[in-house]
């Protein structure tokens, strides 16, 4: 256990000034740099992702694996022949494809969050868009 039971009335008791979940993942993503001055400055979305986004994830979860499983598909084509492979697949007849992972991670997610967000038709003009 990283702390002991008698601390967590003090956590809990703490004031926010002091204990600050916004304030500590504005220090660690580096909000500034990642999001704009504005973000980290005005901390609303914090309060959108706890209080809407969050309580209806359940709700969401069909919309988020259809895009998830449309943003895969797109992501990951074998380049010799444009079809759709499957996620983790290794075809030793063909040479290994390059993926930068962290700008299709990117891509992907905001696909997801685009979804969410504006639905359906507009989220598919963007992604055609973007692409």
């Known amino acids: 256990m990283l702390v002991d039971k008698s601390h967590f009335k003090e956590l809990f008791?703490?004031?926010?000034?002091?204990?600050?979940?916004?304030?500590s993942s504005s220090r660690n993503l580096q909000m500034r740099y990642t999001f704009g001055k504005d973000a980290a400055a005005n901390h609303y979305h914090a309060t959108v992702v706890k209080m809407q986004l969050s309580?209806?994830?359940p709700e969401l979860m069909p919309v988020i694996v259809d895009e998830l499983q449309a943003a895969c598909a797109d992501s990951f084509k074998d380049v010799g022949t444009g079809t759709n492979l499957p996620l983790f697949c290794f075809d030793r007849r063909t040479d290994w494809t390059p993926l930068v992972a962290y700008k299709?991670?990117?891509?992907?997610?905001?696909?997801?969050?685009?979804?969410?967000?504006?639905g359906l038709p507009l989220c598919t003009e963007i992604a055609l868009l973007l692409s």
């Open 13 to 23: 008791d703490a004031p926010e000034d002091q204990i600050s979940f916004v304030k």
């Open 55 to 57: 309580r209806h994830i």
């Open 104 to 118: 299709t991670h990117a891509k992907i997610i905001a696909r997801i969050s685009n979804r969410i967000f504006i």
